[in-house]
């Protein structure tokens, strides 16, 4: 398995726990954080290799929080994966100029994670 997990950042627990539960599925190691402040503190505490990031977040824009990520040196390598239950085109755009990698529309299924981790270059991970 990977030894760096792979950070969920999504409000709605159920939502955070279906998609934490698909990535343990395909052998990777979830984190959770839903909400924005715990988001902060988790990337802070131990570097994710990817960060799946609810775009609606409550208090703080998600394209606010892609940003943040982009500019702090620890965390701009890190690929982020957008989602949203917004999937129009210009809100796809919106978050891929603040430098998310991919976006994946809500909800979210193995069908859909499979392809995308494996387009950012986090395909399957070494068992």
Known sequence: MTT???LVIDDNR???DTLANMLRM????PRVA???RSAINAVT???PSLI???IQLPGVDGVEVCRYLRRDPRTAHVPVIAMS???QPETVARIKAAG???FLPKPITLEALEPALARIGKGRPAR
């Open 34 to 36: 839903y909400g924005p």
């Open 100 to 102: 998310a990698d991919d």
């Open 45 to 47: 505490q131990q570097f």
């Open 52 to 54: 799946m990031l609810d």
């Open 14 to 16: 159920l939502t955070a």
């Open 85 to 87: 239950t917004e999937n």
């Open 26 to 29: 395909l052998g990777y190691v």
């Open 4 to 6: 760096a997990p792979v």
